[in-house]
T-cell receptor, first 112, second 113 residues
Framework: LAKTTQPISMDSYEGQEVNITCSHNNIATNDYITWYQQFPSQGPRFIIQ???TKVTNEVASLFIPADRKSSTLSLPRVSLSDTAVYYC?????????????FGKGTKLSVIP | ETGVTQSPTHLIKTRGQQVTLRCSSQSGHNTVSWYQQALGQGPQFIFQYYREEENGRGNFPPRFSGLQFPNYSSELNVNALELDDSALYLCASSLDTGRETQYFGPGTRLLVL
């Protein structure tokens, strides 16, 4: 399973756009990129998933360059409630189970 | 639609004891995965169950075992508890074993003294 590298922490003011970049140099051809959000003492919550180019949903956008060795989660106009740990994961369905491999994540602190 | 639920929410055990944690999958989901999350770390995959059979296992010793029932609910059993087993245990359900989105429960906080 591909290893990911992301910043340990980030600070942002309310109302700003936040971009969290994740490196995954060893991503395999059939790997997808998935981001989860986790609040303290809660389970992770799925945010977005993509394979290439750009994916957008109601809460975030995911930008993936052509070489797919990195990806950027973009959160528009963050609020205090977006303070959480954000995990970038890469993996694909192979033989057997599809296990999510989490790193340490990026702790985002939104400042009033 | 009912989300993933776990019980109990908190548990205190002593070293050497055994513990059983329970998980109810989201409606319609046939796959359950269990994760261990130590303080300050990301969740670590323990194992996955698909239609009552173990379908993959992470780097955890055999004293971590599980079950999945016909209604797709699941149990995680840990024997001979060690202090390092203190963690948040998370259950996640999904529609299938592929790259389907995994939906996590709130977790069970286990403290081993």
């Amino acid at each position: 399973l591909a290893k990911t590298t992301q910043p340990i922490s980030m600070d942002s003011y309310e109302g700003q756009e936040v971009n969290i970049t994740c490196s995954h140099n060893n991503i395999a051809t059939n790997d997808y990129i998935t981001w989860y959000q986790q609040f303290p003492s809660q389970g992770p919550r799925f945010i977005i998933q993509g394979y290439k180019t750009k994916v957008t949903n109601e809460v975030a956008s995911l930008f993936i360059p052509a070489d797919r060795k990195s990806s950027t989660l973009s959160l528009p106009r963050v609020s205090l409630s977006d303070t959480a740990v954000y995990y970038c994961l890469v993996g694909g369905a192979g033989a057997g189970s599809y296990q999510l491999t989490f790193g340490k994540g990026t702790k985002l602190s939104v400042i009033p | 639609e009912t989300g993933v639920t776990q019980s109990p929410t908190h548990l205190i055990k002593t070293r050497g004891q055994q513990v059983t944690l329970r998980c109810s999958s989201q409606s319609g989901h046939n796959t359950v995965s269990w994760y261990q999350q130590a303080l300050g770390q990301g969740p670590q995959f323990i194992f996955q169950y698909y239609r009552e059979e173990e379908n993959g296992r992470g780097n955890f010793p055999p004293r971590f075992s599980g079950l999945q029932f016909p209604n797709y609910s699941s149990e995680l059993n840990v024997n001979a508890l060690e202090l390092d087993d203190s963690a948040l245990y998370l259950c996640a359900s999904s529609l299938d074993t592929g790259r389907e989105t995994q939906y996590f429960g709130p977790g069970t906080r286990l403290l081993v003294l």
